[in-house]
């Protein structure tokens, strides 16, 4: 028995349960892919499955449905792959060690994968039903989503003929998204200059950040543990000498990093002067975040050694490089839109950090409504790498997805939502990334609309899967795809 068993709908969740047993971090997609195909062969349908490892399963129309215009089903495989400190698993080959908690779903130490997993066990399970009724139906899954969209951009969709595109890519009950952000990655080195120093080690940590999605949570203006610490070394650097030895924070660009680290070589005599910067930027911040990341903490500790060993760090001038661009990159909200009341129109996240032999490295997702506008934060971007002797290099540029005005599936959706609940779906336009906007390019006068259960603290190791979400949106997708 697996730990989802007993749940509603069955066969989702065993679907999903399977799914948490193949590791499928961006990049890391091959065995999903495979385990895709297996499932089309296995149930004798139509599939294709590209040299980027989308695929397309296919299954014809049921009698009497045969007319019917098709539906597209549409998810991704991969899974922002993120894990506590000390969890032993490895998320490139390990199961996933799911639990269940009152009407909950979670793994233990890691993220979950609803996102986009949930699309997938959806899809399997109206794939495999022989007993509902339905049109000629086109079950797309891509690959690498969360880093830029890049099966998306390469997947050949010419095998399909359908125009009604069921994106279930959201994570909120109620919600109909009709239209997205664009977006793009930038990858910034800054070269750095190394020499041999002695001194204390000191090793400097900033955590206890809530974090979250780049897009979705943009807008709580929740702390940016790369950006504090960037703010913490420039600080510093008006209050005492110190070397530069290593500076690492977050794991994914599009999550807002909860932890950054650096370690310092300081003089033996600045010690309890460290000691007093860190209790008062600790201060600093819990008071600045007390109503949205209360949690915020600074810790220091010291390596014990009497001889004061040397130690390799950056010179004086590239540890002030150092820290004066990472607290001058802008980061979060940067622009609210001017068409649509409390959407964000364009953000930044400063995602990664790391001190490399090639220099400091760093990741940034950027994401606007506006194509002008995302080129401008790009474009500042690499100017401020410039200023610092740097340079960058974009990938995962995708387009904004486009509001329709007419919307035939939209209006359907509203109409079945409202016969099902008895209530009206919110319709909304969002700044997280979907990838309608790229698949409507492929295939001129799709209609598309995104929707699923509710998801929480998707990107992070507090996610949750809201189990009786599931079955009601669940019951709504089966509904859709039956109405004639």
């Known amino acids: 028995m697996g730990v989802l068993t007993g749940l509603y709908p069955q066969r989702v969740f065993d679907y999903f349960e399977e799914l948490t047993r193949i590791p499928r971090g961006s990049g890391n997609e091959k065995a999903v892919s495979d385990y895709l195909v297996s499932f089309a062969k296995e149930h004798d349908l139509f599939y294709v499955q590209d040299a980027a490892n989308n695929v397309i399963i296919i299954k014809e129309a049921s009698a009497g449905y045969e007319a019917e215009e098709p539906i597209i089903m549409q998810g991704h495989m991969d899974m922002v792959a993120v894990k506590d400190a000390d969890c032993p698993l490895s998320l490139e080959h390990d199961a996933l060690a799911l639990a269940v908690e009152g009407d909950t779903i979670y793994a233990r130490g890691t993220s979950l994968g609803g996102d986009d997993g949930i699309a997938l066990a959806y899809a399997l399970a109206v794939l495999e039903d022989e007993t509902l009724s339905h049109p000629r139906l086109e079950a797309v899954f891509t690959t690498d989503e969360e880093v830029g969209m890049n099966g998306a951009a390469a997947i050949d969709l010419s095998v399909l003929k359908g125009r009604r595109l069921l994106n279930i890519d959201s994570e909120e009950e109620g919600i109909l998204t009709v239209g997205c952000a664009g977006g793009v990655r930038v990858h910034s080195v800054i070269p750095v200059k190394r020499e041999c120093c002695r001194g204390v080690l000191a090793h400097v940590r900033i955590h206890g950040l809530q974090g979250g999605h780049s897009g979705a949570e943009i807008n709580k203006q ?125 953000s930044l996240n400063m995602g990664i950090v790391r001190l490399t032999e090639n220099g400091l490295e760093t990741d940034h997702s950027i994401r606007s409504s506006v194509a002008s506008a995302k080129d401008a934060l790009r474009e500042k971007v690499t100017a401020l790498s410039a200023l610092a002797g740097g340079a960058v290099s974009c990938h995962g540029d995708y387009p904004a997805w486009e509001y329709r005005s007419e919307s035939p599936l939209r209006e359907s959706m509203i109409a079945q939502y409202r016969e099902m609940f008895g209530k009206e779906p919110k319709v909304e336009v969002i700044h997280a990334g979907l990838e309608c906007g790229l698949l409507s390019a492929k295939l001129p006068g799709l209609d598309c609309v995104s929707f699923g259960p509710d998801l929480t603290d998707i990107h992070t190791t507090s996610e949750r899967m809201h189990i009786a979400s599931v079955g009601r949106m669940y019951e709504y997708l089966r509904a859709l795809i039956q109405k004639k």
Request: hydrophobic share 35%; aromatic share 6%.
């Open 222 to 346: 929740r702390g940016n543990a790369n950006c504090l610490m960037g703010r913490f070394l420039n600080r510093l650097s008006d209050k005492m000498p110190y070397a530069l030895a290593s500076c690492t924070g977050g794991t994914k660009d599009n999550a807002i990093p909860v932890e950054a680290e650096a370690e310092l070589i300081i003089p033996e005599k600045e010690q309890e002067a460290l000691v007093t910067a860190v209790t008062e930027y600790e201060q600093i911040l819990k008071k600045e975040f007390a109503n949205r990341d209360a949690g915020v903490q600074v810790s220091l500790t010291f390596d014990e050694d009497n001889n004061v060993p040397e130690y390799d760090a950056l010179d004086e001038s590239s540890t002030k490089t150092v820290a004066r661009f990472l607290t001058s990159v802008p980061d979060g909200v940067q622009a609210m839109s001017t068409d649509i009341k409390g959407l964000v129109e364009t």
